[in-house]
């Protein structure tokens, strides 16, 4: 690693030596529904559906056999709710169907899931069989960005296979949440944490708070 990434992986450390999944889930099944339920909405909102969700639907084989419109009401603070039902819905049945009710543990399986992306696949890996995979959010797309390992211009994919050659794998999974707190809690979209930021003279963003 090069001074820089040793830096920033110091000071994270050190913020957030904890930093975790913020979704509430008790198994690998409600983990994926979670995360594909994130998409565009707040972990947060998620966690407010998800109770009600899980204790109605509580494997796949229930969910995948629900009404949609019960799963849309339980869902109807959330954005895009009407596709994530049909999607949830859809999803536990290939987990029901296909896979004996266990969620896959292979890229390419979880991938072909119904509202399952790249990001999804990267957190039900790296968390639910602690398979190193760096997951790119907008948290970590705007961070990574701001703290010159990546470009504007890069895509998320660019920037993922960027912070894997930058970070010893051994620390992705990790690292994936710490960025996250990062975004989410300090460097944030609107007004960063300028003046307080232990990364400071690192960072690139050009609408720094001068200090």
Same mark, same amino acid.
Do not use: D, F, W
């Given at each position: 690693m090069s001074q820089k990434t040793d830096k920033i992986l110091q000071v994270l450390d050190q913020m957030f030596p904890n930093a975790h999944v913020e979704l509430h889930h008790q198994n690998t099944f409600e983990l994926i529904v979670a995360v594909v339920l994130s998409a565009q909405t707040t972990d947060v909102a998620v966690n407010l559906v998800t109770p009600t969700l899980f204790k109605r =639907?509580?494997?796949p084989k229930s969910?995948?056999?629900a009404n949609i419109s019960d799963?849309?009401?339980i869902l109807k603070t959330i954005g895009l709710y009407r596709n994530k039902a049909k999607n949830i819905i859809a999803l536990a049945n290939e987990i029901h169907?296909? =896979?004996?009710d266990e969620v896959p543990n292979e890229r390419t399986k979880l991938e072909a899931l119904p509202g399952v992306g790249r990001k999804t696949a990267n957190v039900v890996l790296s968390n639910a069989f602690n398979i190193p995979a760096l997951a790119v959010d907008t948290h970590v797309a705007r961070v990574s960005i701001r703290l010159k390992l990546a470009k504007k211009e890069d895509s998320v994919l660019e920037i993922e296979h960027k912070l894997m050659k930058k970070f010893p794998k051994s620390v992705w999974t990790k690292l994936h949440h710490?960025?996250?707190f990062f975004g989410r809690y300090h460097c944030l979209a609107r007004v960063p944490k300028c003046q307080?930021?232990?990364l400071y003279e690192i960072c690139g963003y050009e609408k720094k708070t001068k200090i």
């Open positions: =639907y509580p494997n969910l995948s056999e799963v849309e009401h169907h296909k =896979y004996h710490q960025l996250i307080e930021c232990p």
